[in-house]
């Protein structure tokens, strides 16, 4: 099929439709824009030259641009003015029959080959398409809030849609300057799917009572490198939003434990308490401020510090530690078992520091955790054993404070913050390719672009090491015992064989 897409019709005229219309008109198309509502759409293309006139002020675009924009803009007044689109958008209520009943009409006037994309988040595209008398035109064209800002498109085919159109909705993409990725028609399609682990793990440490929502959302932003914080995250998109789709990813997936939501949330969104819509939310806000900030605590220089023992699963923790130990003329304990006052310091992989003193036979009472996860070079987490001596975490705790790094001391948990938020992250994203809902490479844009993570997950564990997220699931699998952390067979198979973990054959 050959369609050059020159006139789209938008169906919806709400933040995303509005959103839509002005990409495509931005990228030379002619638009037709209709909502149900009355007056609906001309609020929106009144909307729209007030956006396109800022971006001028701006001098992101011309005025000529912005005129030529304005003037391919038609305000439809019925449905069957978009009789002559190439492609026809519809951006309504998310709701299955009310969508379902749309394309029943559109087919009344439109002609075969004229193309019909859904710009659902949730609702599967092959059930959209179910009714229709040619579902081989419809599939998926999911687009992001605030449109013109994320610059990513899923591409979804139904069962039953032609391959053709896929490639023509995929084209128009690059055309509105956009990345397309191509998903396959399943629950949450790549985004909302691969987005599941980093709330979810969350949560459950916060539910754990390992760490509070200060400590938690530090340690993830500054030690990973994500721009928000889980519990600013769910904050800024409100419960009544998230946790739905929480409980709808999981249900979908008949209750795979990976996306298990968890009862905070729903405790919360049955309060009330949704986020800043509501000035409460896991903070609380005034004016749309956060009211509650709470730094990491900083303990001061001792006068005398214990020698260090130190014991590593991989030897470039050990030369690091050793490396800062003796920056700060911290004394090494280099036997082969700790001397009796030695602090001992231990750079496990997902474990907690009971389990790690059992395994390597060291007193608890000394033990203090490292999460080397993402090296020393920003934040540090610690993790004192349930018997560990205050001096001892003490010892720890300012030693790591001596260049005036940042660090937070957790309660006992398998696998520190990062290393099971993170290894959750990538495992997921692993599942998905194993599944085939996209490729590595989409599945890293996809999630980069849409999510903000400072990398694509798949490639994010090539980064880390594949081995150490591995070991890291192994242990937290064998002690918690709960298949939620059971390695994808993606991973462990490309472990086995020493590839990255975007090796495709
Ligand atoms: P919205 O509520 O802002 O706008 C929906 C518009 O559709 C309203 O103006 C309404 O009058 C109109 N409408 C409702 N039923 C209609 C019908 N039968 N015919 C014509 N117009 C009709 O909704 P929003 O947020 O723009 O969402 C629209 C779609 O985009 C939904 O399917 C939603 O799931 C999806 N979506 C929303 C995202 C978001 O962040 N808001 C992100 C990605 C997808």
Redesign the pocket.
């Known amino acids: 099929m050959t369609i050059q897409i020159a006139t789209i019709g938008i ?8 959103g839509i219309t002005q990409i495509a008109l931005q990228s030379g198309h002619q638009v037709y824009l ?4 009355a007056g ?1 759409a001309q609020i ?1 293309s009144e909307k729209l030259q007030l956006t396109l006139q800022k971006l001028v002020e701006k001098n992101k675009i011309t005025t000529e641009s912005a005129q030529q924009a304005l003037a391919n803009l038609v305000v439809a007044q019925n ?1 069957d003015d978009l009789k002559n689109c190439d492609l026809i958008i ?5 709701n299955l029959t ?2 379902q ?2 394309i029943k009409q559109l087919e009344t006037f439109i002609p075969e080959t004229t193309i019909i994309a ?6 599967s595209i092959t059930a959209i398409a179910s009714q229709s008398q040619h579902p081989e035109r419809i599939a998926g064209y ?4 605030p449109v013109p800002l994320m610059k990513v498109i899923e591409v979804i085919p139904g069962i039953r849609t032609q391959p053709d159109i896929v490639r023509i909705l995929v084209d128009l993409s690059y055309k509105m300057g956009h990345r397309p990725v191509v998903a396959k028609d399943t629950p949450g399609f790549i985004i909302n799917h691969a987005g599941r682990a980093y709330g979810t793990e969350s949560l459950k440490i916060l539910n754990e009572n390992v760490a509070n929502i200060h400590e938690i959302d530090r340690i993830l932003k500054h030690t990973l490198g994500f721009k928000m914080g889980p519990f600013e995250l769910l904050d800024l998109t409100g419960l009544d939003v998230s946790h739905p789709v929480m409980e709808s990813v999981y249900e979908q997936y008949y209750q795979e434990p990976r996306y298990r939501p968890n009862v905070l949330t729903k405790q919360m969104l049955v309060a009330k308490q949704l986020g800043r819509k509501t000035d409460q939310g896991f903070y609380s806000y005034t004016a749309g401020q956060k009211r509650d900030e709470q730094l990491a605590v900083k303990v001061d220089k001792l006068s005398q510090y214990p020698a260090v023992w130190i014991a590593t699963d991989f030897t470039a923790d050990r030369e690091l530690l050793t490396h800062y130990l003796t920056t700060h003329q911290i004394e090494i304990d280099i036997q082969a078992s700790p001397a009796k006052d030695s602090l001992i310091l231990v750079a496990s992989y997902g474990e907690d520091t009971s389990s790690s003193t059992q395994r390597l036979n060291l007193d608890a009472t000394r033990t203090v955790s490292i999460d080397l996860i993402n090296g020393l070079n920003t934040h540090r987490t610690l993790m004192p054993s349930l018997i560990t001596q205050d001096k001892f975490s003490q010892a720890a705790h300012s030693i790591f404070n001596l260049d005036d790094g940042e660090v937070t001391q957790i309660q006992e948990s398998v696998g520190f913050v990062a290393q099971r938020v993170i290894a959750m992250v990538v495992n997921l994203a692993c599942d998905i390719a194993q599944q085939g809902v996209a490729t590595v490479d989409d599945i890293n844009a996809a999630v980069h672009l849409g999510l903000g993570y400072p990398h694509g997950p798949i490639s994010w564990g090539d980064v880390l090491g594949p081995a150490k997220v591995l070991l890291i699931l192994e242990r937290m699998t064998q002690i918690t015992a709960d298949p939620r952390y059971r390695p994808s067979p993606w991973l462990q198979r490309r472990v086995k064989l020493n590839q990255p973990l975007t090796f495709t054959a």
């Open positions: 169906i919806g005229s709400g933040i995303m439709g509005t209709y909502d149900a509502k609906a929106a449905l519809e951006a309504i209520v998310e009310v969508k009943e749309l859904s710009n659902t988040s949730s609702l999911h687009f992001f809030n």
